[in-house]
């Protein structure tokens, strides 16, 4: 089993090719990828790579999903908490605002038992999800 970085995956999903990505990058990345029999994930990897999957290259929610998608579906990739990456993927879809990362802590906090994750993020975001409270002033 291999592991591999951020940078790493976005070469091998979106296979990019500009000044910041030449096509050696590119094409070892996918080399990498394919020639293991096993490549772990960790969440820290998947939220960046959201991230800039959104920040960098302006895809939208609808095109990184399927994406994800599909890397929870193979059997190739191995992640922290298959189960919390799943229900992650679908509070991504149901919750327009909500970030994967933002996804991944809340599935990975009831997975680990809690039942309740408080925050300060507003209920049109993190706050949206079943299991968060969003912490306010009371008056």
């Not at 296979?15 to 094409?27: A, G, H, L, Y």
């Not at 908490?81 to 009831?110: F, G, N």
Request: net charge negative.
């Amino acid at each position: 089993m291999i592991a591999v970085d951020t940078n790493v995956l976005i070469r091998y999903l979106l296979q990019p090719v500009d000044s910041q990505n030449p096509p050696w990058q590119t094409q070892k990345a996918v080399l990498t990828i394919d020639s293991a029999e096993k490549v772990f994930l960790s969440d820290i990897v998947l939220a960046e790579t959201e991230w800039v999957m959104e920040a960098v290259f302006n895809l939208t929610r609808n095109d990184i999903h399927p994406v994800f998608y599909e890397l929870a579906a193979s059997t190739r990739f191995l992640f922290e908490d298959w189960e919390a990456l799943q229900r992650a993927l679908m509070d991504y879809k149901t919750y327009p605002k909500v970030d994967l990362s933002d996804c991944l802590i809340a599935r990975r906090a009831h997975n680990n038992g809690a039942e309740t994750l408080y925050t300060f993020e507003s209920n049109r975001k993190l706050g949206a999800l079943p299991i968060v409270t969003t912490l306010t002033v009371r008056h």
